[in-house]
């Protein structure tokens, strides 16, 4: 079983995500373990301060080394020897998260997140502690906590056994090189909205071609990076055929 750690100073954030719908589920399955770690529960009395003013000065607070690294060495001794372990810093300066990325840390036996707030964190945790340092977006959010869960979400569906369907997670967008296709499900017609006839139609292929059609036009207009990659790819199909 995945055994996926968090770091914080605000687990309360952490515990109500992970205990709901398919990351609760998969708790359920035993598929994957939570934990957290209070980060002011390694400070040090009287204050139990987690942060301080940075050397040099600057604007903003830095999270300390020493709760971090105590929460750490914790988290190690209740790991088993040798086992597997990702160390994650969600932080906008790191790599961009992606579907690659995801299903990599799925495959990872243990994932522990560690989560900053303030300006950032003391560097020798980057350093020392630190394997995978991500990033979710050219955007800044308030903490580590929130990026910590997408990344963590994304990762755990990719586990077999997690969705009801693995297929499903398949033929998500990115799975492949277009994004996904729209959708429809009963009634067939809503307010006057109907759904296409043809994927009531019965017939695979005209379904099939319908979807593949659909995927392309969206990923032209939405994602011309993807698709320039994705005529490529088919370029090379055509010529190997
Ligand atoms: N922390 C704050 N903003 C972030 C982002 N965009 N990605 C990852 N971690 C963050």
Redesign the pocket.
């Known amino acids: 079983m995945k055994q996926v750690y968090f770091l914080t100073p605000f687990p309360g954030m952490v515990k109500t995500v992970v205990s709901e719908s398919i990351l609760g589920r998969a708790e359920k399955k035993e598929l994957v373990q939570f934990h957290t770690k209070n980060l002011f529960d390694f400070a040090d009395p009287p204050h139990y301060r987690i942060d301080d003013y940075p050397f040099g000065g600057g604007a903003g607070m830095v999270l300390k080394p020493e709760p971090v690294f105590r929460a750490y060495d914790e988290v190690i001794s209740e790991l088993p020897e040798n086992s597997d372990s990702r160390v994650i810093f969600?932080?906008?300066d790191?790599k961009v998260?992606d579907h690659d990325a995801a299903l990599n840390l799925s495959r990872c036996q243990n994932l522990i997140f560690i989560n900053?707030h303030y300006k950032g964190v003391d560097q020798r945790i980057r350093d020392e502690l630190v394997t995978d340092e991500?990033?979710?977006?050219?955007?800044?959010?308030?903490?580590?906590e929130l990026?910590a869960l997408v990344i963590l979400d994304a990762a755990v569906r990719l586990i077999p056994g997690v969705l009801n369907s693995y297929e499903s997670a398949e033929s998500d967008s990115f799975a492949g090189e277009l994004l996904d296709c729209p959708h429809y499900t009963r009634p067939e017609s809503f307010r006057n909205l109907d759904s296409p006839p043809v994927l009531l139609s019965g017939n695979h292929k005209e379904i099939e071609n319908w979807k593949k059609k659909q995927s392309e036009e969206k990923t032209k207009i939405r994602r011309p990076d993807l698709w320039k990659k994705y005529n490529k790819l088919e370029d090379g199909i055509k010529n190997y055929e």
């Open positions: 969600p932080t906008p790191g998260f900053g991500i990033s979710i977006g050219d955007y800044v959010l308030t903490g580590g990026p």
